[in-house]
Structures are given as structure tokens and as C-alpha cells.
């Protein structure tokens, strides 16, 4: 497979998560905006595969993110994808252009949302509406020290 098949539209995602469900897959969701992607997104999404048997991202376009974190994104959704979508352990990549992930989440249904530990499980969004189908919300660990805001700190640090 081609990293870039792995990037799918909503269009095209009723169908992927159709044939996963056929294969007893258990549906693993997450989003974020993923600018630059750093040790901390790798630990993170790996172990969100494995609280299941595939993973989606839902991921902020370039309009969603810059509502979110002036200034930024620092690499457009395309890249931002790509890369996620480089990830053996991400199996779908759809990009999200409102605020929230919530309406994905609900096309989704996943059988488990997962945030960073950042996030409390009830300020994430879509937690209600995976718990009232039976799905399960969970947070991982951050690995300290690491975000995309750190690292642009530190290369503005340095000119
Ligand atoms: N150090 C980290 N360890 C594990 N997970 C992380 C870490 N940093 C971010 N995440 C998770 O990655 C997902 C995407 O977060 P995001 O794209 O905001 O990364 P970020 O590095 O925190 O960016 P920013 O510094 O711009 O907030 C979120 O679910 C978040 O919980
Ligand atoms: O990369 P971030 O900032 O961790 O991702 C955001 O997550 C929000 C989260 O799902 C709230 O619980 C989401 O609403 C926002 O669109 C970003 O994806």
C-alpha cells in the first residue's frame, strides 16, 4: 500500500471502516493537529494502536488549526498527512475542517477514543458519544518534554 491510499476522504471512509468491522477489527480514533511531528505524536499513536487493531487520525485542516493556534500550522495539511500517513502503525488519515472532531467522530463510531493525558477523558471531544455505543475513551501518557511549541521555541531561540 501506498502511504497516500491511506489518506481517505469521508467519502471514502464508510467503506474502509466497513471492511475492518467485517474482519472484527476494533476501531481505534484520535485527532490532533499534528504540525511537526515529534517523539512524543510517535509514542503517542503507536500506543493508540495497539488499545485496538486500527487506527484512524482525524486531523485539523490548515482553516481548523489556524483557529486553534494562531500562526500555525507551520506545515500544511498536506504534508501533515503525509507523514502521519508514513506511520506503519496509522491506517487511515481524514482531515477535519471544523473546530472539533465531533462530526467525524460520530461518522466514525469508533470502539475507542484516545487523547493525550493532557486532556481529562471528559474535556474530550466526542467522549459522550463513544461512551452512550458502547466504545471506550482513553488517554495516554505524555512524554515529557515534547511539543510542536517547544521545538519552534527552540529554533527561534537560536536566531
Ligand atoms: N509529548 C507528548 N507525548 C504524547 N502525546 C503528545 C505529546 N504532545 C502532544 N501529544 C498528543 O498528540 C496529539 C496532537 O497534539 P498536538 O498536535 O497539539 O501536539 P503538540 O506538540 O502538543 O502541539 P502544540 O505544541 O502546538 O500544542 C494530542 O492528542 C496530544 O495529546
Ligand atoms: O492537537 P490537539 O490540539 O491536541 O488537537 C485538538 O484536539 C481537540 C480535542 O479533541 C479536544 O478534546 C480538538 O477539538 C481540536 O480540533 C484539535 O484536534
Redesign the pocket.
Known amino acids: 500500500m501506498w502511504t497516500k491510499d491511506k489518506i481517505l476522504t469521508r467519502e471514502q471512509l464508510p467503506a474502509t471502516l466497513d471492511g475492518w468491522r467485517a474482519a472484527g477489527r476494533k476501531v481505534v480514533f484520535t485527532?490532533?493537529?499534528f504540525d511537526l511531528l515529534h517523539l512524543g505524536h510517535v509514542d503517542y499513536l503507536e500506543q493508540a494502536r495497539h488499545l485496538g487493531d486500527a487506527l484512524v487520525v482525524g486531523l485539523?485542516t490548515d482553516a481548523?488549526v489556524s483557529c486553534?493556534k494562531p500562526g500555525r500550522p507551520i506545515q500544511d495539511e498536506a504534508a501533515r498527512a503525509r507523514i502521519l500517513a508514513s506511520l506503519a502503525f496509522v491506517d487511515a488519515v481524514v482531515l477535519f475542517g471544523e473546530?472539533?472532531?465531533l462530526e467525524l467522530i460520530e461518522l466514525v463510531q469508533p470502539d475507542v477514543l484516545v487523547?493525550g493525558d493532557d486532556?481529562s477523558i471528559e474535556?474530550?471531544?466526542g467522549h459522550e458519544v463513544v461512551l452512550a455505543h458502547g466504545g471506550t475513551v482513553r488517554t495516554v501518557a505524555l512524554v515529557p518534554g515534547y511539543s510542536t511549541s517547544r521545538i519552534v521555541a527552540r529554533i527561534l531561540a537560536t536566531q
Open positions: 485527532n490532533g493537529c485539523n481548523s486553534l473546530p472539533t472532531p487523547k486532556y474535556a474530550i471531544v
